[in-house]
C-alpha cells in the first residue's frame, strides 16, 4: 500500500524538479566522487607524466580539466536517474543500468532516452497500471482523466466549450467526482 502511493505521487510529481528527485543520494555521492577522482587524475597523475611544459594556458587547462570531471559527474547522476524512471515506466531497471555503463561514450544513456516508455499511472477504480495520456482505464473504462465527448481530446476541468472543436462540455455530462473540482 505504501508503495503503491510513493509510486503514484512519483508518476504525479510533474516538471523538472520532480524529474531531479528521482536522483537518489547514491549517484549523488557517486557524481561527487567521480568529479573529485577525474579532477585528482588530471592535475595530479596526468601532470606527473607530462615530460613536456603544458602549451595550452593555464585558463584552458582549467577550462578541460573541469570539463572532464563534470562529463564524469553528470554521466554518474544520469546512471542513477535511469535506476529511478526506468521502473516506474515498467521497464527493467538493472538491464538499462547495464546498457549505460557497458555502452562507452553516453550511447547507451542516449538510447535509454530515445526507447524510454511513457510514464504509467495507477487507475483510481482497478489498480491497473495505465498510460498517463490515457482519459480511460482500458481494463474497467473508468475515466480517470477528463476529455472532449466530441473529438475526445483532453479538456480542463474548468473548460466550457472544447478548445479544439467548440464542442460544449457540459453536454456530456462529466462524472460526479470530475465536476467536482470545477467548482
Given at each position: ?132 495520456e ?11 482523466a ?27 455530462r ?10
Amino acid at each position: 500500500m505504501k508503495k503503491e502511493a510513493q509510486e503514484r505521487d512519483e508518476t504525479q510529481s510533474g516538471g523538472f524538479s520532480g524529474e531531479l528527485r528521482l536522483i537518489p543520494l547514491w549517484s549523488v555521492a557517486g557524481a561527487v566522487l567521480a568529479f573529485t577522482l577525474m579532477e585528482y587524475l588530471m592535475w595530479i597523475v596526468v601532470a606527473a607524466h607530462r615530460h613536456h611544459p603544458p602549451n595550452l594556458p593555464f585558463s584552458f587547462r582549467l577550462y578541460f580539466n573541469i570539463s572532464i570531471g563534470a562529463l564524469a559527474a553528470l554521466y554518474v547522476l544520469m546512471v542513477g536517474y535511469i535506476s529511478r524512471d526506468s521502473p516506474r515506466r515498467g521497464m527493467s531497471s538493472p538491464l538499462w543500468m547495464i546498457v549505460c555503463v557497458v555502452i562507452p561514450s553516453g550511447i547507451g544513456a542516449v538510447l535509454y532516452f530515445l526507447l524510454r516508455l511513457p510514464v504509467l499511472s495507477l487507475c483510481p477504480a482497478c489498480n491497473a497500471r495505465i498510460e498517463s495520456e490515457y482519459h480511460f482505464c482500458p481494463q474497467c473504462a473508468y475515466q480517470v482523466a477528463p476529455c472532449c465527448g466530441n473529438c475526445h481530446r483532453t479538456a480542463r476541468i474548468t473548460d466550457l466549450y472544447c478548445v479544439y472543436c467548440g464542442h460544449h462540455l457540459a453536454e456530456d455530462r462529466p462524472p460526479a467526482r470530475l465536476h467536482a473540482f470545477a467548482e
